[in-house]
């Protein structure tokens, strides 16, 4: 039977640090300054089930407890895009967003950011571009942070590739199968 995206509803707060102590036990916790950016006004703006997982990851990199695993440090979750004279511009090249219609959750190594957006989908901020792409984007967050964390497993060599691939396909996420900067293709 194929994974479906409803199969991953509620993945943040139910099976999250499972994952995570099964494939990096020995992470070190992510750390975050008190003052990190609220996301209380974010998740308002969210469906309620975009809002619990948001929420749910929140409480987690705020615990001091959750293993470092997507690059979540002080100036990227929660980044400030105006405070730090950052635009932010929709896929489209035109549309102006705002800090209000973004909230970044980590980063990729290369300087650009993980964003969950108001439709609960998580896209990518090119930082060269200050665009959200259009193409490579997760549904939600919990698919999202299912989806990585079994990216980074593989990376590590604590998961067969060809044990997750075929859950990639099924769930046919832009920001896992996306020809060339898909998760899929950079797990090598």
């Known amino acids: 039977m194929s994974l479906c995206i409803a199969d991953l509803l509620g993945y ?3 099976d999250l640090d499972d994952d995570l102590a099964r494939w990096f036990p020995a992470a070190p916790p992510v750390q975050v300054p008190a003052e990190t950016r609220s996301v209380t006004t974010f998740l308002s703006r969210l469906a309620p089930a975009d ?5 749910a990851l929140d409480r987690r990199v705020r615990s001091g407890l959750l293993p470092q695993f997507l690059d979540i440090f002080d100036w990227s979750y929660g980044f400030d895009f105006a405070g730090n004279d950052c635009g932010i511009l929709d896929s489209d090249y035109t549309t102006e967003l705002t800090d209000d219609d ?11 950011l993980y964003v969950v957006l108001t439709n609960g989908q998580v896209a990518v901020w090119f930082h060269e571009e200050e665009v959200v792409e259009g193409g490579t984007r997760f549904d939600n ?3 999202f942070l299912w989806s990585y964390v079994r990216y980074q497993a593989v990376r590590a060599g604590q998961l067969a590739r060809s044990a997750v691939e075929g859950d990639f396909l099924a769930l046919g996420q832009d920001g896992a199968l996306e020809p060339e900067l898909g998760l899929l293709r950079l797990m090598k």
């Open 51 to 55: 809002a619990a997982a948001l929420s």
């Open 102 to 112: 973004v909230y970044s959750i980590g980063a990729d190594g290369g300087g650009n």
């Open 12 to 14: 943040t707060e139910r």
């Open 141 to 143: 967050l919990d698919v």
